[in-house]
């Protein structure tokens, strides 16, 4: 098993950036791919970002696409998620997780795909 804590999360104004963590303890990072997803008040838990178990390979929600940057150091069991050029409409609370065993990296979008989840982390970006 793997334990997920995320951390970076704050208040920004539009157009600011944040630098969110997810330290990974229990397992090694490379074994499993990543994700990170998002829930604001109100509506389902959305996809964000997922990036493979080298960290070469990533997906991103259209509505993150060149404003955020999914990355992970497996050296130190982190993943992170730079977020740029933040809108009001991402405010929300930040999820890490980690693969569930025998999903597939091309579903990596799902939650169904991840068996291990953090706490989450706010996000909230004022107009």
């Known amino acids: 098993q793997v334990q997920l804590v995320e951390s970076g999360g704050g208040l920004v104004q539009a157009g600011g950036s944040l630098r969110l963590s997810c330290a990974a303890s229990?397992?090694?990072?490379?074994?499993?791919?990543m994700g990170w997803f998002r829930q604001a008040p109100g509506a389902e838990r959305e996809f964000v970002a997922s990036?493979?178990?080298?960290?070469?390979?990533?997906y991103y929600a259209d509505s993150v696409k060149g404003r955020f940057t999914i990355s992970r150091d497996n050296a130190k069991n982190t993943l992170y998620l730079q977020m740029n050029s933040l809108k009001p409409e991402d405010t929300a609370v930040y999820y890490c997780?980690?693969?569930?065993?025998?999903?597939?990296?091309?579903?990596?979008?799902?939650?169904?795909?991840?068996?291990?989840w953090g706490q989450g982390t706010q996000v909230t970006v004022s107009s």
């Open positions: 997780a980690a693969e569930r065993t025998g999903s597939s990296w091309l579903a990596s979008h799902l939650p169904d795909s991840y068996a291990y």
């Open positions: 229990g397992r090694a990072l490379r074994t499993y791919f």
């Open positions: 990036n493979s178990w080298s960290g070469v390979g990533a």
